[in-house]
């Protein structure tokens, strides 16, 4: 099961990994957090051990030593903690909030002297929103700064308190097309830009990330579309993301089917034009973000 909080209790939330010295995550030197769970299923996902909310078992063949009898060329029987390679890993662990905080809190001097801070991913780090906001807040209240990586398209449980214990939620721009979005990646954009209003009326500052993915979000009409959006609710900053294959190793070692496999990653070059129509419309544009 995934991890839980009884009432009453202390939060505790499934984690994959803390992934230290971070750029393009909200600025400055961070650590992400990333959450595992997701309800959506981008079929470009750079993260797709967030997908279950279960913890898995990565196995990568190339690293394994061939330490435990494999009959018949079955699956290895070490326990990933047993493994002396690295090849079998478990990925997900419980955390609560004061061991999580203590963690990310060692790098405070990096964030102090860089302007960088703590941010939350996942997955998406919605499904938790327990979790999260008591995370958000008890970094606040170690003086570190807070930012959330989110679709933005699930139902918000409180909207005042999540943007209280956030400096800066970067939300995805993905497929512009309502019926298009839904069938592929299960994202309600209506649901996102109704979320959106509701926390800029609260004083959220909020940057769009805006993912370039052939076949999928690098047409004109999408461009267009997403960028008419993004200034429609009043924001001034979008991250452009090229299309990267930096996950693409990851799926083969959770058994996971990847549609993507195989496409070139797209340089900045490549997403110039798109840098130029959101800077038409008057958007600051950042590619990679910050």
Not at 71 to 86: F, L, R, S, W
Not at 144 to 172: F, G, I, M, Q
Not at 193 to 204: E, F, I, K, P, S
Not at 227 to 244: K, N, Q, S
Request: charged share 25%; with cysteine.
């Amino acid at each position: 099961m995934a991890a839980s909080s009884a009432q009453g209790a202390a939060p505790v939330a499934t984690v994959t990994n803390v992934q230290r010295f971070s750029l393009h995550d909200g600025g400055g030197i961070r650590t992400v957090v990333f959450l595992k769970g997701c309800p959506f299923r981008c079929p470009w996902c750079c993260n797709p051990e967030n997908l279950s909310t279960e913890p898995e078992v990565s196995f990568k063949e190339r690293l394994c030593i061939r330490c435990s009898p494999r009959p018949g060329g079955g699956p290895c029987a070490t326990a990933p903690e047993d493994c002396p390679t690295g090849a079998k890993e478990l990925l997900g662990r419980p955390r609560t909030v004061d061991d999580l905080v203590a963690e990310v809190a060692r790098d405070r001097a990096f964030y102090e002297e860089s302007g960088g801070g703590v941010t939350v991913s996942g997955g998406e780090c919605l499904l938790r929103q327990d979790f999260l906001c008591a995370f958000l807040e008890a970094c606040r209240a170690q003086g570190l700064s807070t930012a959330v990586e989110t679709t933005l398209a699930l139902p918000l449980a409180d909207p005042a308190r999540l943007v209280a214990a956030c400096d800066v939620l970067l939300v995805d721009f993905k497929i512009a097309d309502r019926a298009k979005s839904l069938e592929v990646t299960g994202i309600d954009p209506d649901v996102r830009d109704a979320n959106l209003r509701d926390v800029q009326d609260l004083g959220a500052r909020v940057v769009a990330r805006m993912p370039i993915i052939p076949g999928f979000t690098d047409d004109a009409a999408c461009v267009d579309a997403n960028v008419r959006r993004i200034a429609e609710l009043g924001l001034r900053r979008v991250d452009v993301l090229p299309f990267h294959q930096l996950g693409e190793g990851k799926y083969d070692s959770i058994g996971r089917d990847y549609e993507m496999r195989g496409v070139p990653q797209l340089t900045d070059a490549d997403v110039a034009g798109v840098v130029a129509r959101c800077e038409a419309a008057g958007l600051a544009t950042v590619v990679h973000g910050e």
